[in-house]
């Protein structure tokens, strides 16, 4: 009889070069544990656990920054190279910030703190695998694990008909975008014959022995790059597959909805540009025309959709539907420039959107206000420390200088311009000044509009138990102005300085951008 021997070769520095990922899974496992055996309420308990285990994680990844990383690990199926810390970086912070504003939602929906703050390091995990990977089987793994974790944490306030839904057709939907990608990737595999992204780059610019000369005319590839777009445009709500995004987002618990918004866009962002721009950078005729479309497609759709909306969740919805066909443009350039600039718009995306959403979560928290625009009337009057950083956000989000968000913009532009592809620049323009116009019309509504006393907004209850904060009468309220739980406070400062220095003193973050692409690029070959 004949024994095959496998030799497994994973030394220390393979390990080491996950330890964000690792920190992420480990923390899960204990929150489950802290779940099950730490009797009594434990929010507060969780809460700063999983902020301890995210602080970790950053810790481990700038160290992977500092030194260099690896450029290929666990048998080339990873890498800890510096494009993937700088996306863990946006991916980190985002779901800090959204960790810091879930208490309050918290004790007001009755969740299970453990399981819930569980499945936000699962999220975190998968989103960190899929910006960090060099294989289609890792990316898809990577996509399944933080769509799972997505698919219950939309839901998660369960008796809530909205919350419901927000699930449901979330997990619809990204199923079939999954099928998709799958098919996409099992095609280019067909006719690659690797699952590696580096390889499958080598074989298409024809360096590689035993891969087909044809490969870069073959239809299977064509068909398979379509099905590619497809899948990761579903999951970075691109028009035409963004239908399920303002529902999702309505529906689900804010705080979720928050980190959704920005760390989900980030990663699946990082592998779009791994797998086009790098694996696929060779064939960019194939697919460059599609991504134009797709481009111009969603920035004018994402901003006329957005004028008609009265609910603050739907209209940040369709916002991020038009900055997503900003990012596209950075990414049609397809240069170092655009995909720098695809870097530091996340970075800068993580303050002034989260941002948007702590202010939109704490106003449903105290009762008084929920998520229509018309609930907001005068709270500069009421509460100045809460209007001001949003009208900092608006402003940002819109790419009124000195913020974050216009040298994001202005970056973005500048790559297309570079590289030939000014039209995509003039839709952009033109539809950035469409978005001034609702952007604006938060701000007038806090600031120009007298305050009237709002019908408090009824908090979801599960069935036989009684409400988990009571109301308080309108005519109760106190003459002065309410103070912001301190976790609220740091949450929004955080994000409001953030749109603010990044806009003001870009440069040494946009140098950093720069140097995690030529990192990738170098890995893939390319100048």
Same mark, same amino acid.
């Given at each position: 009889?004949?024994?095959? !021997?496998?030799?497994?070769?994973?030394?220390?520095?393979? *390990?080491?070069?996950?330890?964000?990922?690792?920190?992420?899974?480990?923390?899960?496992?204990?929150?489950?544990?802290?779940?099950?055996?730490?009797?009594?309420?434990?929010?507060?308990?969780?809460?700063?656990?999983?902020?301890?285990?995210?602080?970790?994680?950053?810790?481990?990844?700038?160290?992977?920054?500092?030194?260099?990383?690896?450029?290929?690990?666990?048998?080339?199926?990873?890498?800890?190279?510096?494009?993937?810390?700088?996306?863990?970086?946006?991916?980190?912070?985002?779901?800090?910030?959204?960790?810091?504003?879930?208490?309050?939602?918290?004790?007001?929906?009755?969740?299970?703190?453990?399981?819930?703050?569980?499945?936000?390091?699962?999220?975190?995990?998968?989103?960190?695998?899929?910006?960090?990977?060099?294989?289609?089987?890792?990316?898809?793994?990577?996509?399944?694990?933080?769509?799972?974790?997505?698919?219950?944490?939309?839901?998660?306030?369960?008796?809530?008909?909205?919350?419901?839904?927000?699930?449901?057709?979330?997990?619809?939907?990204?199923?079939?975008?999954?099928?998709?990608?799958?098919?996409?990737?099992?095609?280019?595999?067909?006719?690659?014959?690797?699952?590696?992204?580096?390889?499958?780059?080598?074989?298409?610019?024809?360096?590689?022995?035993?891969?087909?000369?044809?490969?870069?005319?073959?239809?299977?590839?064509?068909?398979?790059?379509?099905?590619?777009?497809?899948?990761?445009?579903?999951?970075?709500?691109?028009?035409?597959?963004?239908?399920?995004?303002?529902?999702?987002?309505?529906?689900?618990?804010?705080?979720?909805?928050?980190?959704?918004?920005?760390?989900?866009?980030?990663?699946?962002?990082?592998?779009?540009?791994?797998?086009?721009?790098?694996?696929?950078?060779?064939?960019?005729?194939? *697919?460059?025309?599609?991504? *134009?479309?797709?481009?111009?497609?969603?920035?004018?759709?994402?901003?006329?959709?957005?004028?008609? @909306?009265?609910?603050?969740?739907?209209?940040?919805?369709?916002?991020?539907?038009?900055?997503?066909?900003?990012?596209?443009?950075?990414?049609?350039?397809?240069?170092?420039?655009?995909?720098?600039?695809?870097?530091?718009?996340?970075?800068?995306?993580?303050?002034?959107?989260?941002?948007?959403?702590?202010?939109?979560?704490?106003?449903?928290?105290?009762?008084?206000?929920?998520?229509?625009?018309?609930?907001?009337?005068?709270?500069?009057?009421?509460?100045?420390?809460?209007?001001?950083?949003?009208?900092?956000?608006?402003?940002?989000?819109?790419?009124?200088?000195?913020?974050?968000?216009?040298?994001?913009?202005?970056?973005?532009? @500048?790559?297309?311009?570079?590289?030939?592809? !000014?039209?995509?620049?003039?839709?952009?323009?033109?539809?950035?000044?469409?978005?001034? !116009?609702?952007?604006?019309?938060?701000?007038?509504?806090?600031?120009?509009?007298?305050?009237?006393?709002?019908?408090?907004?009824?908090?979801?209850?599960?069935?036989?138990?009684?409400?988990?904060?009571?109301?308080?009468?309108?005519?109760?309220?106190?003459?002065?102005?309410?103070?912001?739980?301190?976790?609220?406070?740091?949450?929004?400062?955080?994000?409001?300085?953030?749109?603010?220095?990044?806009?003001?003193?870009?440069?040494?973050?946009?140098?950093?951008?720069?140097?995690?692409?030529?990192?990738?690029?170098?890995?893939?070959?390319?100048?």
């Amino acid at each position: 009889m004949i024994v095959a !021997v496998i030799h497994i070769n994973v030394t220390l520095a393979d *390990w080491g070069s996950v330890l964000p990922e690792l920190i992420i899974a480990g923390g899960m496992l204990l929150l489950m544990l802290v779940d099950v055996f730490v009797p009594g309420k434990k929010v507060n308990l969780t809460t700063w656990l999983t902020l301890i285990i995210l602080a970790l994680a950053f810790a481990a990844s700038w160290n992977l920054w500092r030194t260099g990383g690896m450029a290929s690990a666990l048998y080339g199926t990873v890498t800890s190279d510096r494009f993937a810390m700088f996306f863990d970086f946006s991916i980190l912070i985002s779901a800090a910030l959204a960790v810091l504003i879930s208490p309050g939602y918290i004790s007001t929906s009755a969740f299970d703190s453990g399981e819930y703050y569980a499945l936000i390091l699962g999220a975190v995990l998968g989103m960190m695998l899929m910006a960090a990977g060099l294989s289609l089987m890792v990316l898809f793994i990577a996509l399944e694990l933080l769509s799972l974790a997505l698919y219950i944490l939309s839901g998660f306030e369960r008796f809530r008909p909205r919350s419901q839904e927000a699930g449901f057709k979330y997990f619809l939907l990204s199923s079939f975008a999954s099928a998709f990608l799958l098919y996409g990737f099992a095609l280019l595999y067909g006719v690659t014959g690797s699952t590696s992204l580096i390889k499958i780059s080598t074989c298409l610019a024809g360096h590689a022995h035993g891969c087909s000369a044809a490969a870069t005319s073959s239809p299977l590839l064509y068909i398979g790059i379509g099905l590619m777009l497809v899948g990761f445009a579903f999951k970075v709500s691109i028009v035409p597959f963004h239908m399920w995004t303002p529902d999702v987002y309505e529906g689900a618990p804010t705080p979720v909805t928050a980190f959704m918004s920005v760390a989900t866009k980030a990663a699946l962002f990082a592998a779009f540009i791994r797998v086009f721009s790098m694996s696929l950078s060779t064939v960019e005729s194939h *697919w460059y025309g599609a991504l *134009w479309a797709l481009a111009i497609a969603t920035m004018v759709v994402g901003n006329i959709a957005a004028l008609a @909306q009265s609910n603050m969740k739907r209209l940040l919805a369709y916002s991020g539907i038009a900055h997503a066909g900003y990012i596209l443009v950075a990414m049609a350039a397809n240069n170092a420039l655009g995909q720098s600039a695809v870097a530091f718009y996340f970075l800068a995306y993580t303050f002034m959107n989260i941002g948007a959403f702590v202010f939109v979560a704490y106003l449903e928290t105290t009762g008084r206000a929920g998520d229509e625009i018309a609930s907001y009337r005068g709270i500069f009057y009421r509460n100045p420390a809460l209007a001001l950083p949003m009208a900092i956000f608006m402003f940002s989000l819109a790419g009124f200088p000195p913020t974050a968000g216009f040298f994001a913009k202005y970056v973005a532009f @500048q790559a297309a311009v570079q590289a030939g592809h !000014v039209d995509l620049v003039v839709v952009g323009v033109i539809t950035s000044l469409v978005s001034v !116009v609702y952007y604006l019309r938060v701000v007038a509504v806090m600031f120009l509009q007298p305050a009237e006393e709002a019908a408090p907004v009824e908090q979801p209850v599960p069935p036989e138990q009684p409400p988990a904060v009571e109301q308080v009468p309108a005519s109760a309220e106190p003459v002065t102005r309410p103070q912001l739980p301190w976790n609220i406070d740091v949450g929004i400062w955080t994000a409001a300085l953030g749109s603010i220095v990044l806009g003001i003193i870009p440069t040494g973050l946009l140098t950093y951008a720069s140097e995690s692409v030529t990192a990738v690029r170098a890995l893939f070959g390319l100048p």
